[in-house]
């Protein structure tokens, strides 16, 4: 029985590209392309497949918000990321989100169809590079789990984000600069202020700053 793979990336010629070389394997059938996110929820929904191939950064909606709105609903879909993004941030988001797999897209064919099999049957199959990633933040919190929490420990992401705030960047802005969505933003900002203890942005700019967390 053949694999369905969806492919969602948002440039039509790695779609492409990915989709005639995987048609060429007996076992895998690929059912569909997405662009972005949006598409990619919608056409999870409708075409059913078994793994979804998932690009991270895409306009409308970015692969990681994409990965838990399908998941919200079809938990039994399995998510393979095939991205160039690397930071910690992705990765971390990523793998949250339900990813079973993380390759970057220099891997070769080989390796990407072995993913692909390895994913199906419910296994994980991620980078090296990742899993040093990944040990390292383990070691992190366990880290912290030993030595109690460590306020104003922002990510990688949330940085970015109180950069653009402190540049005055509302909301739908930061999302557009970030290709992520508004909601994400705004859980971003959310976590800044529990982080940074303020309650509102004024105050988060002005501590970040005096911390040395962020620069004008």
Request: aromatic share 4%; no cysteine; charged share 30%.
């Amino acid at each position: 029985m053949s694999i369905k793979v969806l492919i969602v990336d948002d440039h039509e010629m790695v779609r492409d590209g990915l989709s005639v070389m995987m048609e060429r394997e007996e076992d895998f059938t690929v059912v569909g392309e997405a662009q972005n996110g949006l598409e990619a929820v919608e056409k999870t929904k409708a075409l059913n497949p078994d793994v979804v191939l998932m690009d991270l950064r895409m306009p409308d909606m970015d692969g990681v918000e994409a990965m838990r709105q399908i998941r919200a609903v079809q938990d039994d879909v399995k998510f393979l990321v095939l991205t160039t993004y690397d930071s910690d941030e992705y990765i971390f988001d990523a793998i949250e989100a339900g990813a079973k797999g993380y390759l970057f897209k220099d891997t070769s064919r080989e390796e990407l169809f072995r993913a692909v099999r390895t994913v199906n049957r419910g296994e994980s199959l991620i980078d090296p590079a990742v899993v040093s990633r990944l040990l390292d933040r383990l070691t992190e919190l366990s880290h912290r789990a030993a030595h109690g929490p460590e306020h104003g420990a922002l990510s990688e992401r949330e940085v970015e984000v109180l950069q653009l705030m402190a540049r005055g960047s509302a909301n739908k802005q930061i999302a557009s600069d970030l290709s992520i969505t508004e909601s994400t933003v705004k859980t971003h900002v959310a976590n800044i202020f529990q982080k940074l203890e303020v309650s509102h942005r004024t105050e988060a700019v002005t501590k970040a700053i005096s911390q040395g967390i962020i620069k004008l």
